[in-house]
């Protein structure tokens, strides 16, 4: 066989192994309490009555990962040695190693630990300040409520459901839309489509920023990279997840959709995030956030958010992502063509578009990954 065709047989292998194991770990759904809104409800009427107290989460009994951790470290021993390609699996089979660890320690002492493995808090502190700029702008404007469009609501044109579903038939998308009650957020991009929680209460604004963050920043890379001939774009770089987040809410703001409100919102959870991440209980954090003028039931929710599985807090990722995203395009504007294309962090892009520059055409975020000539990489 020769040196190309090993190579490409070898990053195929790769691949495989990396999807199978995201799935397999499914990190974030097994932070997920199985009590979560019975504890919500609870902690909720306690503290009404004045007597607050920290939820009693319960949790899925933790998988024995050992095996796929043992197959992703052979996996990253072997790449580590190879080329720029190679070091970046090599690189992402590192990143789900650890998820893997913290995905058996959910509900456990160590997994905080393990958590600020993979979401550390920013070094520097220009970031908190944002958010606590940010969350001071105000509370959630009082007339949310006024002429909100239920989430799930598909005889109205403007509900959250009705414009997702309207954006992926526009676009003949081939995914499905489905409704789920215990999502700890509005809506959420799964390998198979849209998630949205039902009965939340959006105005027709609100509901087109959280569509377009899904489907453009989210669903659109994912499917883009179906289609890729390096699977690095379908199973993602390391980082990838961190940076398609920071790529979404640049979307938002390239849309106009990034005012006050969603400015609050970001920074009360960044804030939040940092408390947990540093060592905070829920309880605590729900003071915290109340003492930033964060409503009562409001400061429960995200707290129960950034405290899932113990304390995983990956929202600490999501403003230095914003932040790492848009410098980067303002630099190098062709790098927004590799993160539309799949799910790439800026470094990996970075590095693909210096070694295998052909892969993605720099024209805009619709170019498609596409299949170069002969290359040792590009046969997967």
């Known amino acids: 066989m020769s040196a190309g ?31 979560a809104a019975a504890e919500a409800r609870r902690v909720s009427e306690l503290w009404a009555q004045g007597r607050p107290t920290n939820p009693a989460w319960v949790y899925a009994p933790p998988p024995d990962l050992g095996q796929l ?76 409520a006024e002429g909100a469009i239920r989430s799930d609501d598909r005889a109205h044109p403007e509900s959250l459901l009705s414009q997702v579903l309207a954006a ?27 998630l949205i929680k039902p009965g939340v209460l959006l105005r027709a604004r609100e509901a087109h920023r959280i569509a377009l963050h899904e489907v453009e920043g989210h669903v659109l890379p994912r499917l883009r990279a179906r289609s890729a001939p390096l699977g690095l774009f379908r199973v993602a770089s390391a980082g ?88 980067a395009f303002e630099r190098e504007p062709e790098l927004d063509a590799w993160l539309a294309a799949g799910r790439l962090s800026i470094e990996a892009a970075r590095i693909l578009k210096r070694v295998m520059p052909e892969l993605v055409s720099a024209a805009g975020p619709d170019a498609r990954p596409r299949r170069p000539a002969s290359r040792a990489h590009q046969r997967e």
Not at 12 to 32: K, M, T
Not at 168 to 189: C, E, G, K, N, Y
Not at 255 to 284: P, T
Not at 292 to 311: F, H, K
Request: proline share 4%.
């Open 240 to 327: 990838a997840a961190d940076d398609e987040e920071g790529r979404a809410l640049a979307i938002e703001r390239r849309a106009g959709l990034f005012g006050r409100e969603r400015q609050v919102e970001l920074g009360r959870r960044h804030l939040a995030a940092s408390a947990a991440a540093e060592g905070a209980d829920w309880l605590e954090t729900v003071r915290i956030l109340i003492d930033c003028g964060t409503p009562d039931a409001l400061a429960m929710e995200i707290a129960q958010r950034v405290q899932r599985g113990g304390g995983l807090a990956r929202e600490v990722v999501y403003l230095p992502a914003l932040e790492r995203v848009e410098q």
């Open 69 to 144: 951790r043992s197959e992703l470290e052979r996996l990253r021993s072997e790449l580590a040695r190879g080329d720029a390609v190679e070091a970046l699996y090599a690189a992402r089979a590192r990143e789900l190693e650890l998820e893997a660890r913290i995905a058996e320690a959910v509900g456990v002492p160590r997994f905080k630990q393990l958590a600020r493995e993979r979401y550390p808090l920013p070094v520097a502190g220009a970031v908190r300040e944002r958010a606590r700029a940010w969350t001071a702008l105000g509370p959630r404007p009082a007339e949310r």
């Open 5 to 35: 065709l090993a190579g490409s047989a070898r990053l195929a292998r790769a691949a495989a192994v990396l999807g199978l194991a995201e799935r397999s770990i499914a990190l974030v759904d097994r932070c997920r309490p199985l009590n």
């Open 168 to 194: 992926v038939a526009a676009r003949r998308l081939p995914i499905s839309v489905m409704l789920r009650d215990d999502l700890q957020s509005v809506a959420a991009t799964t390998t198979d489509g849209v």
